[in-house]
């Protein structure tokens, strides 16, 4: 540790006097990592289908295969993020790259649905350890406060980004090559980006870490893994079933103890102080709304594409694009807008822009086409482009460098929780509606207990058991079915919207508009303090 400025002064430059060529090429290999970890949140979406003709796998086991990646990752984010902080956040991120690339090619080749889930699990490991170390080099790496606006705006580019076209490249991967390519293809970016990384990433880590938190990150993993499970699954087993009532409650215990713990000692996994903060608070809120949205948007409208517009998966990712492009150009713009305007209204004006866009997609009928659409996805798309920079360089600006890895983690916790509750609520919205509107028509038909089951399930069974049914009462039944679909996306869609809308409202009241001075972050070319040094460069190791 360097006590003084002197000692700093003789052994080491800061990262802040790296050139501008190699800061440049550490945030491409970071938004390269970046846009990996992103695409795998929805690529496996269009595999799905080939994958239950492959490996045989059930409802239950395909919910596995997605959701045991989401758990692992959420649940390890603060772990690794404080791991990071304190043993080189270059070491953590070089290890989750390893990690990572095996998971990926263990699930490319895996036989059976249980390796895969295993396999998924082993990449949502690797995941939680790159993903909070590509925002804390960031920030260590462009310390002054309009450089590392401007970076986290291209690294929420890339992230929104990856989310939108992972089923394009999904579809197209599934035209050439079998099930196991969605998950291949991460192989070999993950080697280059190892190989750029050892080269090109400067390594950075606190002075001054707090000695390491077992029982802090035991009961963090613990509790975000309960609340993840319970929402993952009571759109299945209902809200009200008691294994998914035992795992609320459970995690409501789990982090309460988290929380006394936390506070109760002198060396905490999260400072809780941080919390006291109303930027860095506000923006995690809102960066947790905007994922709720935005997934759930996914998880309706790629259903509604194929099941009732009859797009392939191709077609499918395709059709995702209007997002993708205007998250790409919209949100490296959002922090020149921020900076000129304040963090408030752009991060405000995203929010009710998200709920306006998803107000008027809920006026979706059976009889709309996809050109309906186009607009009010790009007014989401433009929203959620608009509050993920700001929001995220909030975050970030608001704490030392020293902690950049557990605020890394925590703004990352929130999107992933925020992404799963958004698919909880509008798949429970969209479930109890589709089963209200078909279990009356079902009712004094003569159909088997189990065939009832597979079509009140999903529009996905209802439309196969009418592909089997002759004549009119085939297409009458595919045609309910697929009306109580869009009437439970437009129930989903409402409640997403107004949930949307009152986080703006609470944005506009609780975000401060302009930053304070970020802690710890020197201007450029002054005297570096002893808050982070960069320790490849304090050794002399490039």
């Given at each position: 540790?360097?006590?003084?400025?002197?000692?700093?002064?003789?052994?080491?430059?800061?990262?802040?006097?790296?050139?501008?060529?190699?800061?440049?090429?550490?945030?491409?290999?970071?938004?390269?990592?970046?846009?990996?970890?992103?695409?795998?949140?929805?690529?496996?979406?269009?595999?799905?289908?080939?994958?239950?003709?492959?490996?045989?796998?059930?409802?239950?086991?395909?919910?596995?295969?997605?959701?045991?990646?989401?758990?692992?990752?959420?649940?390890?984010?603060?772990?690794?993020?404080?791991?990071?902080?304190?043993?080189?956040?270059?070491?953590?991120?070089?290890?989750?790259?390893?990690?990572?690339?095996?998971?990926?090619?263990l699930a490319a080749w895996s036989g059976t649905p249980d390796?895969?889930?295993?396999?998924?699990?082993?990449?949502?490991?690797?995941?939680?350890?790159?993903?909070?170390?590509?925002?804390?080099?960031?920030?260590?790496?462009?310390?002054?406060?309009?450089?590392?606006?401007?970076?986290?705006?291209?690294?929420?580019?890339?992230?929104?980004?990856?989310?939108?076209?992972?089923?394009?490249?999904?579809?197209?991967?599934?035209?050439?090559?079998?099930?196991?390519?969605?998950?291949?293809?991460?192989?070999?970016?993950?080697?280059?980006?190892?190989?750029?990384?050892?080269?090109?990433?400067?390594?950075?880590?606190?002075?001054?870490?707090?000695?390491?938190?077992?029982?802090?990150?035991?009961?963090?993993?613990?509790?975000?893994?309960?609340?993840?499970?319970?929402?993952?699954?009571?759109?299945?087993?209902?809200?009200?079933?008691?294994?998914?009532?035992?795992?609320?409650?459970?995690?409501?215990?789990?982090?309460?103890?988290?929380?006394?713990?936390?506070?109760?000692?002198?060396?905490?996994?999260?400072?809780?102080?941080?919390?006291?903060?109303?930027?860095?608070?506000?923006?995690?809120?809102?960066?947790?709304?905007?994922?709720?949205?935005?997934?759930?948007?996914?998880?309706?409208?790629?259903?509604?594409?194929?099941?009732?517009?009859?797009?392939?998966?191709?077609?499918?990712?395709?059709?995702?694009?209007?997002?993708?492009?205007?998250?790409?150009?919209?949100?490296?713009?959002?922090?020149?807008?921020?900076?000129?305007?304040?963090?408030?209204?752009?991060?405000?004006?995203?929010?009710?822009?998200?709920?306006?866009?998803?107000?008027?997609?809920?006026?979706?009928?059976?009889?709309?086409?996809?050109?309906?659409?186009?607009?009010?996805?790009?007014?989401?798309?433009?929203?959620?482009?608009?509050?993920?920079?700001?929001?995220?360089?909030?975050?970030?600006?608001?704490?030392?460098?020293?902690?950049?890895?557990?605020?890394?983690?925590?703004?990352?916790?929130?999107?992933?929780?925020?992404?799963?509750?958004?698919?909880?609520?509008?798949?429970?919205?969209?479930?109890i509606r589709y089963q209200n509107f078909m279990t009356p028509?079902?009712?004094?038909?003569?159909?088997?207990?189990?065939?009832?089951?597979?079509?009140?399930?999903?529009?996905?069974?209802?439309?196969?058991?009418?592909?089997?049914?002759?004549?009119?009462?085939?297409?009458?039944?595919?045609?309910?079915?697929?009306?109580?679909?869009?009437?439970?996306?437009?129930?989903?869609?409402?409640?997403a919207s107004i949930v949307v809308a009152v986080a703006g409202?609470?944005?506009?009241?609780?975000?401060?508009?302009?930053?304070?001075?970020?802690?710890?972050?020197?201007?450029?070319?002054?005297?570096?303090?002893?808050?982070?040094?960069?320790?490849?460069?304090?050794?002399?190791?490039?």
């Open positions: 540790m360097i006590d003084d400025q002197s000692d700093l002064e003789a052994h080491a430059p800061h990262t802040a006097n790296l050139s501008r060529a190699r800061r440049r090429a550490t945030l491409a290999v970071l938004c390269v990592t970046l846009l990996l970890i992103s695409l795998d949140n929805t690529i496996l979406n269009v595999a799905l289908p080939s994958i239950v003709r492959s490996l045989h796998a059930t409802s239950t086991q395909l919910q596995w295969i997605v959701d045991a990646f989401a758990i692992f990752f959420a649940g390890l984010l603060l772990t690794f993020g404080a791991l990071g902080d304190r043993l080189g956040r270059k070491w953590v991120f070089m290890a989750g790259l390893v990690v990572f690339g095996a998971g990926s090619a390796r895969l889930t295993a396999a998924r699990a082993m990449m949502g490991v690797g995941a939680a350890a790159l993903m909070p170390c590509t925002l804390s080099i960031l920030t260590n790496v462009f310390t002054a406060d309009r450089d590392r606006a401007r970076a986290i705006g291209i690294w929420s580019g890339t992230a929104g980004l990856g989310v939108a076209i992972g089923p394009m490249l999904g579809g197209l991967l599934l035209v050439h090559f079998w099930w196991g390519s969605v998950f291949l293809i991460n192989v070999p970016i993950a080697a280059v980006g190892l190989v750029a990384t050892a080269l090109l990433v400067p390594n950075s880590k606190s002075p001054h870490a707090r000695r390491p938190d077992p029982l802090g990150a035991a009961l963090s993993m613990v509790g975000i893994g309960l609340l993840l499970w319970a929402i993952i699954e009571a759109p299945n087993r209902t809200w009200t079933s008691p294994l998914v009532v035992g795992a609320l409650v459970g995690s409501v215990v789990v982090i309460g103890f988290f929380i006394v713990w936390e506070r109760s000692i002198d060396h905490p996994l999260l400072p809780l102080e941080f919390f006291g903060n109303r930027r860095y608070s506000a923006a995690i809120a809102s960066l947790a709304l905007l994922l709720f949205a935005l997934l759930g948007l996914f998880f309706l409208f790629t259903q509604y594409l194929q099941f009732s517009l009859g797009f392939d998966p191709l077609e499918t990712g395709l059709a995702i694009g209007p997002i993708a492009l205007v998250l790409l150009v919209v949100a490296p713009m959002s922090v020149i807008i921020a900076r000129r305007f304040g963090t408030k209204p752009v991060v405000a004006g995203g929010l009710l822009l998200v709920a306006v866009g998803l107000g008027l997609l809920s006026r979706t009928t059976v009889h709309s086409t996809y050109l309906d659409a186009v607009p009010w996805l790009v007014c989401i798309g433009v929203g959620v482009g608009l509050g993920l920079a700001p929001s995220t360089e909030s975050v970030m600006g608001s704490l030392p460098r020293a902690d950049a890895g557990v605020g890394s983690a925590t703004s990352d916790t929130s999107m992933q929780l925020g992404g799963a509750l958004g698919v909880a609520v509008i798949g429970t919205a969209l479930n028509l079902l009712a004094h038909q003569p159909i088997p207990s189990a065939i009832d089951k597979l079509i009140l399930g999903s529009l996905g069974g209802a439309l196969a058991v009418a592909a089997h049914v002759p004549g009119k009462a085939g297409v009458a039944l595919a045609g309910a079915a697929r009306h109580g679909f869009v009437s439970g996306m437009d129930l989903g869609l409402v409640a409202l609470v944005v506009l009241v609780a975000l401060p508009n302009r930053a304070p001075s970020a802690p710890a972050d020197p201007p450029q070319g002054s005297t570096p303090t002893p808050t982070d040094v960069d320790a490849d460069i304090r050794h002399g190791r490039g």
